[in-house]
């Protein structure tokens, strides 16, 4: 029997999953930080600050930066390891991927850029002091064995930092699905031209674990001292775990 997963509201094959997210971003890559700014009113960039601050990060350190986008959560890492420190970009997506790699190059850093599954990181165990993956999670397929990847690439001591969407607090929730799935789309089709696009990103929301589930597969992977920060009302929550 061909086991499935969840893509938004759909269930496809766990095979298809992946190509399926690749045609999303591909589709929203041109505008993906435009799109950011407009969805979010600028504040996923005080998330991203938020979280590369409660990283605690030190110059001379590694950084891993799973599912990296188009890097301005790496831009931030860099200033904080410094030049004798060392970071590591990765993404799935090729796309992604260089525009990542091009945005850094822009500001005068350059850094390796592997293009990668989460699931199957090519990199030593206890390799990195912080692993991060932003706004990524809730697109991998099999988010237990990223976890568990992300775990083994971390030195004892190392931090796990994951920000994703979560759960809103309830009183909000009418008002949050009412902009997820009516105007989101909306401004996708205005904007990027695929209100698909972002009527996926509101289902795949929906289907993202909770703050407390997630706490808890942190755990099953090896991760301890779990804690999360609800941002924005739960919109968004930080997860920080440790390798020991």
Known sequence: MTKTTDFGYQKVAEGEKARKVAGVVDSVAARYDL??????????RLWKRFAVESSGVRP??????????????AQLFAARVSAQGDEVLTDINS???KAGRDRLLDAGR???AVQCDAERLPFDAGRFD??????GLRNVTHK???????????????????????KVWAPLKPVYDAYSFGVLPRLGKLVANDAEAYRYLAESIRMHPDQAALKAMMEQAGLERVEYFNLAAGVVALHRGYKL
């Open 60 to 73: 001379g350190e590694s950084v891993l930066d799973v599912a990296a986008g188009t890097g301005d959560l």
């Open 110 to 112: 350059l850094m390796p």
């Open 144 to 166: 237990e064995a990223a976890l568990e990847e992300m775990c083994r690439v971390l030195r004892p001591g190392g931090r796990l930092l994951v920000l994703e969407f979560s």
């Open 130 to 135: 912080c692993v991060s993956i932003a706004f």
């Open 35 to 44: 799109m950011n700014d407009l969805m979010s009113g600028g504040l996923h």
């Open 95 to 97: 796309a992604m991927l």
